[in-house]
């Protein structure tokens, strides 16, 4: 079982262990809630307003981090765009209401695509121990950029002064 659901008094965190990327924005943003570490018990909901545990859900990238009010209602909602972003050295981030083999995975998720991943199709964290580099940037091909920025000229001086 990777999914931990922590209950405070008016929302629940779930977390999927599986899908953690390990970007740290979660301990870094807010220690006093998801405390960086320990043994044992690490989520305190109680500890921020179901507006601020809302926000960290929406800054975790992967989705291990979703909430939902301790009621059963939905917090979480899709965003105004879909967005997917390259994040370098690391995985595609999804941003969008999204479905996988038919089942709902929330609107937040990181596929892997560095191969590395024990866990597949998500990002698991691998991509740092394969040592995975790959910006997702087209490599800059500097001798066409030279020639590109040469042909102004080029073509003033062939076509004379007026
Ligand atoms: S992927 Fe989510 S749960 Fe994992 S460290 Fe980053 S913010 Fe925290
Ligand atoms: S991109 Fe993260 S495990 Fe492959």
């Known amino acids: 079982m990777s999914v931990e659901s922590v209950r405070g008094t008016t929302v629940v965190i ?46 975790c990238p992967s989705g291990a981090i979703r909430c939902a009010g301790a009621d059963g209602a939905q917090m979480e ?12 050295n690391g995985p595609l981030a999804f941003r969008a209401p999204i479905s996988i083999d038919g089942s709902g995975q929330g609107y937040r998720v990181t596929l892997c695509r560095c191969g590395a991943s024990t866990h597949k199709p998500y990002c698991d964290g691998s991509h740092t121990a394969a040592g995975f580099v790959a910006s997702g940037e087209p490599a800059p091909v500097e001798e066409q950029r030279s020639v590109n920025l040469a042909a102004p000229d080029n073509v003033s001086s062939s076509a004379g002064a007026p």
């Open 14 to 59: 779930h977390f999927d262990n599986q899908r953690c990327i390990h970007s740290r924005h979660c301990v870094l943003d807010r220690p006093d809630v998801f405390v960086p570490n320990v043994a044992g018990e690490w989520i305190y909901p109680d500890r921020a307003t179901p507006a601020e545990v809302l926000e960290l859900a929406h800054n």
């Open 77 to 88: 909602s899709a965003p105004l765009v879909n967005t997917v972003r390259v994040r370098e």
